[in-house]
């Protein structure tokens, strides 16, 4: 069993209510829930976890090598475009990880376009919605080995 460690950025806590029209109306808790059944189903272990604190975020990624964490999704929300300190915990771990955005930010603002993860990341899904991160955990799965 692999353990996997779903990251969400600023403000996905308000998924369902915080703008409908881009980002959905399924709630963080239900995306969470499925993707906790989901990994079980594909034989995982899936930890979620949220923060509007960029420092949060970061120490949970440095400890995700210590608590044997072998691949990361990551919702960065609102730092995709500007946490260069986000970017440079992952590249210290060395954990592979798969961006993930419920709309497709290069059909926003301009100044959405840019992500500091999209170049480190082993890949990256745009606009799927909700359903981006059970392809995401999918393609999480197979790049470790399982299923």
Same mark, same amino acid.
């Given at each position: 069993?692999?353990?996997?460690?779903?990251?969400?950025?600023? *403000?996905? *806590?308000?998924? $369902?209510?915080?703008?409908?029209?881009?980002?959905? %109306? !399924?709630?963080?808790?239900? =995306?969470?829930?499925?993707? &906790?059944?989901?990994?079980?189903?594909?034989?995982?272990?899936?930890?979620?976890?949220?923060?509007?604190?960029? #420092?949060?975020? =970061?120490?949970?990624?440095? #400890?995700? !090598?210590?608590?044997?964490?072998?691949? =990361?999704?990551?919702?960065?929300?609102?730092? &995709?475009? &500007?946490?260069?300190?986000?970017?440079?915990?992952?590249?210290?771990?060395? =954990?592979?990880?798969?961006?993930? #955005?419920?709309? *497709? &930010?290069?059909?926003?603002?301009?100044?959405?376009?840019?992500?500091?993860?999209?170049?480190?990341?082993?890949?990256?899904?745009? $606009?799927?919605?909700?359903?981006?991160?059970?392809?995401?955990?999918? %393609? %999480?799965?197979?790049?470790?080995?399982?299923?």
């Amino acid at each position: 069993m692999s353990s996997l460690l779903l990251l969400n950025g600023p *403000n996905l *806590n308000l998924l $369902g209510s915080r703008e409908p029209n881009v980002y959905g %109306a !399924t709630h963080l808790r239900d =995306i969470e829930k499925r993707c &906790t059944e989901l990994a079980k189903e594909l034989g995982h272990e899936l930890d979620c976890f949220q923060s509007n604190a960029e #420092h949060e975020l =970061i120490d949970k990624i440095q #400890h995700a !090598t210590n608590d044997g964490v072998e691949f =990361i999704i990551l919702n960065p929300g609102g730092f &995709t475009h &500007t946490s260069v300190a986000l970017r440079d915990a992952f590249l210290a771990v060395q =954990i592979p990880f798969i961006e993930i #955005h419920l709309s *497709n &930010t290069f059909a926003r603002e301009e100044f959405r376009h840019k992500s500091y993860f999209s170049d480190i990341a082993s890949s990256c899904l745009f $606009g799927f919605g909700a359903y981006g991160y059970e392809l995401a955990l999918q %393609a %999480a799965s197979r790049r470790i080995g399982k299923n």
